[in-house]
DNA sequence: TTCTTCGTGATACGACCGTACCATGATGGT
DNA sequence: ACCATCATGGTACGGTCGTATCACGAAGAA
């Protein structure tokens, strides 16, 4: 046989070269021969390792989620071993801002994926929504546990306040992307949202109190 | 002289094509003969009234924004004659939920342009980001005016509550789009946050009381 | 009536894109 | 040493898309 190359590592680094030149151009510019181009390989390579552009753009978006969730793994174990739930909220949220270029990339081409998906039904079939719902259990789940342990307004729906969270991030980052927020501004409005559910030890006693 | 059509009534009959071409099968997918087939006319006809597709692009948001914009009002005009504020409030943030396909159609073709508008500089230039700071600012607007007649939580921050409910209720759309999300969902997370801004009139009171 | 100009149609052109086809090193098992 | 097979490159084909070109009917102005 002859030179057996690894082919997942190769179909990582046209992957890669894919976001890259998507992230640049936007999702619906990318073309075949850019990415090639762009991982410096030829035409026919890209079509060795992914036959068409659809199965392409499939692995793209699961390449997109998987480095992703290792962004977002960075982020969590530079907040330190065991932050409390606010820490670990507030890491997830500030992960998904597009306040740097690697988020700012994925911002835009899971904004772009998601759009796209409406009307695209292959791409809708495509298991890359179980993303949101996953974001959406782990900071429900954050917040309870804050509840439980008299950081949070026990009074507060969790799931609610998740969705609110996580949905305001979305938009407020879109808007980052448009030049129409700044980030620190989006950050603002989380604080002040956070601020609202973490009640500060003493506020948690006195509405523990009277009632 | 000939014939002599009234070029903005066949500019709007196009555009109102394209709108609706753009929303079944995406805005990346329209092309000027679908544009001209949809429109009942040919492909001369399209292009004689928008040289080029860029222009016809251009022309496609601005008659969105009006579109939505009589959406909205004719939403306000439903709620009655001088509703509160709260009540405005929510004919504007219920219009701009995709719960009927009209509503389906504007917030794919808002996203659509606005991802679009991060990596097109040319469309990004084009001023049809005006209508999220005015909504912005329409929303702050209504929120103070409820402060100060005492229907409101006067120790929020108005400003920074608009943001918040214009921002939830985009993502959540987009969860509606996707299937991701129902619309009662979407909905009964805005009037949890509607019923902590808006407090009842004893809770006003109370709150207005020791402090 | 005639003529100029607007409105409309049919069709052609050039570019690009995804895909298919053909060719050829390279390599390791037998 | 040989050869089956994997990896890679070059190139061509069919289709579509935006745009340009050519042509003609229609109607008001002279």
Known sequence: MPKRVDHEERRTQIADAFIRVAGRRGLHAVGMRD????????????????????????????????????????????????????????????????????????????????????????????PFLDNPDAAENALTGLLEQAQASGLADPGADARTEAISLLAMTATMGTGILVGQR??????????????RIFVTAETAVAEEGPI
């Open 35 to 126: 990415v090639a181009a762009e991982a410096g390989v030829s035409l026919r390579l890209v079509q060795y390792y992914f036959e068409t552009k659809e199965k392409l753009l499939f692995y793209g978006v699961q390449h997109l989620t998987d480095r992703f969730t290792a962004r977002v793994g960075t982020r969590l174990a530079a907040a330190g071993t065991d932050p409390g739930p606010r820490a670990t909220i507030e890491a997830i949220l500030l992960a998904s801002l597009p306040t740097d270029e690697e988020g700012r990339t994925f911002h835009l081409l899971y904004s772009s994926y998601s759009i796209l998906s409406v009307t695209d039904e292959a791409l809708a079939a495509q």
């Open 182 to 195: 700044s980030p620190e501004s989006a950050i603002g409005v989380l604080h002040h949202h956070l601020d």
